[in-house]
């Protein structure tokens, strides 16, 4: 494999560094993801859902029910 990458001109410095810079990307990618989540979560939270009677335990009732 590197014999292959190094006809092309890339020596193991070069990819390392490309792989460590993919790495350091897809970790940002993952916290960036995990952070909306989190901020999704809890704008749902924040909603007044929990005070109405549609919304009891976590369920949403539907008309008939209330």
């Known amino acids: 494999m590197f014999m292959l990458f190094e006809k092309i ?3 193991h410095k070069k990819i390392h560094f490309a792989f460590g810079i993919l ?3 897809t970790g940002l990618l ?3 993801e ?3 989540k989190n901020m999704q979560l809890e ?3 924040n909603n007044d859902y929990k005070q109405t009677k549609k919304y ?3 369920v949403f009732k539907t008309k008939n029910e209330i």
């Open 56 to 58: 009891q335990n976590g």
């Open 30 to 32: 993952m916290e960036i």
């Open 43 to 45: 704008l749902f939270e």
């Open 9 to 11: 001109g890339l020596n």
């Open 34 to 36: 995990i952070y909306m």
């Open 23 to 25: 790495l350091i990307l």
